[in-house]
């Protein structure tokens, strides 16, 4: 195991952007809903539910919300039908872009999701064109403080992780999807805090943007479509140079 991972350094700043909007429970119950329509309302029979089941509640999404949420998407009561739609394209300084969305109105989405692309200096493209360079993964975050490393680092390759990297006050675990509640429940065993659970698209290769200007235009078309009431993911492979990145938050 590595002691990094091929991870760029925008996360913390989709954290923040996570962090404000007003509609992380509409995210977080969105999840649940294409997971129940996709596997079924079992979560015990559907990781991906249960997946989607932990993240709502480690965002304090009320159990009443989660239960509607998940009949919603086995069909058991109305509501708004919504399907998973996945965007490619290219940033500025060719970074690649995913954005994963769900919708009721794809016509709607595409239209604007293209839209933000081109006046943020990107474009988007074919299906594939750049789902190749990252790979999904079970990321299983460790409250850091107080934390050995080397012991932490041990628990999880046990478990079968495969990297870990520390990030601002959390260490991120990194393994297969089908392993993230294995690995997630021999840290906790262990005795670590395990602050949060997710499936995220890892970029193989990553991208270095040191001119102060294009990283900018980076990070604000990524804004853009955190933004967007549709989408729920942003990936990208830019990796920016810490002090370029206390530049631009200057």
């Known amino acids: 195991m590595a002691g990094h991972s091929k991870w760029a350094n925008i996360k913390h700043r989709k954290a923040a952007q996570d ?12 999840a649940i809903i294409a997971a129940a329509k996709a596997g ?6 559907n990781f991906r539910l249960k997946v989607a089941i932990e993240r709502a509640r480690a965002g304090n999404v009320p159990m009443d919300n989660i239960e509607r949420a998940i009949k919603r998407g086995t069909g058991e009561i109305e509501g708004a039908i919504y399907e998973e739609v996945t965007y490619e394209g290219y940033g500025p300084a060719g970074v690649a872009i995913l954005v ?7 016509n709607r989405t595409a239209a604007e999701i293209r839209s933000i692309f081109s006046k943020g200096g ?4 074919e299906a594939g064109c750049v789902a190749w360079n990252f790979d999904r993964k079970g990321v299983v975050k460790v409250e850091a403080a107080g934390v050995d490393e080397a012991s932490l680092l041990d628990v999880a390759a046990e478990a079968g992780a495969e990297d870990m990297q520390l990030e601002g006050d959390v260490f991120e ?14 840290i906790r065993e262990a005795g670590y805090v395990v602050s949060n659970m997710e499936l995220a698209m890892i970029p193989k ?3 270095v943007v040191s001119d102060k200007q294009e990283a900018a235009k980076i990070l604000a078309l990524i804004d853009k479509f955190e933004d967007h009431d549709d989408v729920q993911n942003v990936y990208s492979n830019v990796e920016i140079p810490d002090e370029v990145l206390e530049q631009i938050d200057a």
């Open 40 to 45: 079924g309302g079992d979560p015990n029979a």
């Open 19 to 30: 962090a404000k909007k007003g509609a992380v429970y509409q995210r977080l119950t969105r």
């Open 173 to 186: 675990v990194y393994c297969e999807p089908s392993l993230m509640s294995q690995v997630g429940q021999a």
């Open 100 to 106: 994963e969305t769900m919708t009721d109105n794809r």
């Open 205 to 207: 290769n990553t991208v």
């Open 122 to 125: 990107g474009s988007i493209g």
